[in-house]
T-cell receptor, first 114, second 111 residues
């Protein structure tokens, strides 16, 4: 049981480049989330999904896109990378109702935009 | 959303109990209190949650006051590996399934 797997672990992008952060879970969780964490700060929700084909914006969605074509995968797309997107990105998943099972987080992707 | 207030940092001696407070005075009757922790550079880890009764698991105990306006996470015998940022979170209302993270409490366990 791998839990939540994120790839890559590290990446350096140039301004204006694009990339996709991958997230996969093998726990059959309906709910999946993307958070970003800037140095010394708490986590901020970017996007979330309550099931395949359904996504919604979180606190800081600008500059990002997501899709959820399967229960297992929830990729995060950066179209035009900017220095402000330098951060650590965490993917998470949970059962529903969330208050019973809590969240499981991946180990993160550290992204630097130069 | 219900807000939480936690001290920015705390210290604890190894082997002693660590008591981490959290105020959530505007919590609603159907909102749960969750505790997570984040060890340096890792993803947050779920610790425990509760509604109104005290809870205990293999990691910690959660004490919620009778009026539910505050709670305390207790690590009974803190070790150096418990050094982390601890987040107290109240689950939002309105059927939303997402958790909102504040800055948490940085707990340092000293030898």
């Amino acid at each position: 049981n791998a839990g939540v797997t994120q790839t890559p672990k590290f990446r350096i992008l140039k301004i204006g480049q694009s990339m996709t952060l991958q997230c996969a879970q093998d726990m059959n969780h309906n709910y999946m989330y993307w958070y970003r964490q800037d140095p010394g700060m708490g986590l901020k929700l970017i996007y979330y999904s309550v099931g395949a084909g359904i996504t919604d914006k979180g606190e800081v969605p600008n500059g990002y896109n997501v899709s959820r074509s399967t229960t297992e995968d929830f990729p995060l797309r950066l179209e035009l990378a900017a220095p402000s997107q330098t951060s650590v990105y965490f993917c998470a998943s949970s059962y529903s109702p969330v208050q019973v099972y809590g969240y499981t987080f991946g180990s993160g992707t550290r992204l630097t935009v130069v | 959303d219900a807000k939480t207030t936690q001290p920015t940092s705390m210290d604890c001696a190894e082997g002693r109990a660590a008591n981490l407070p959290c105020n959530h005075s505007t919590i609603s009757g159907n909102e749960y209190v969750y505790w997570y922790r984040q060890i340096h550079s890792q993803g947050p880890q779920y610790i425990i949650h509760g509604l109104k009764n005290n809870e205990t698991n293999e990691m910690a105990s959660l004490i919620i006051t009778e009026d539910r306006k505050s709670s305390t996470l207790i690590l009974p015998h803190a070790t150096l590996r418990d050094t982390a940022v601890y987040y107290c979170i109240v689950r939002p209302q309105g059927g939303s399934e997402k958790l909102v993270f504040g800055k948490g409490t940085k707990l340092t366990v000293n030898p």
